[in-house]
């Protein structure tokens, strides 16, 4: 089993920067591919980004550019830095882990998730 806690989140002004963290707990060297995903009420989950242990990265098309997942093996903690942050980027975000770079990159089949972060963007 996989502890998933995120951390980081907060209110921002619309321009402003934020960075999320995601600290993993428990069976960590299962873990190869991680991600970050985001909701509003009301409106399905959106993966927002991802990374492969060996450095791969994949992004949804409106974060590219502004957002950057990184990670630190060595302390178990993903982490997402949010620049040019946009009112509607306000959503809780969650970080999430799984067993295959094709489902996560695509954004499904997620094994294990985190409870989330709130970010709310104010213009």
């Known amino acids: 089993q996989v502890q998933l806690v995120e951390s980081g989140g907060g209110s921002v002004q619309a321009g402003g920067s934020q960075r999320l963290s995601c600290l993993a707990s428990?069976?960590?060297?299962?873990?190869?591919?991680m991600a970050w995903f985001r909701q509003v009420p009301g409106k399905e989950r959106e993966g927002v980004a991802a990374?492969?242990?060996?450095?791969?990265?994949a992004y949804a098309d409106s974060v590219k550019g502004r957002f950057t997942i990184s990670q630190d093996k060595a302390k178990n903690t993903l982490y997402l830095q949010m620049n040019s942050l946009k009112p509607e980027d306000t959503a809780m975000y969650s970080c999430?882990?799984?067993?295959?770079?094709?489902?996560?990159?695509?954004?499904?089949?997620?094994?294990?998730w985190g409870h989330g972060t709130q970010v709310t963007v104010s213009s």
């Open positions: 999430a882990a799984a067993s295959s770079w094709y489902s996560i990159s695509r954004w499904r089949n997620v094994d294990y």
């Open positions: 428990g069976s960590t060297d299962t873990i190869y591919y």
């Open positions: 990374i492969a242990i060996y450095g791969r990265t």
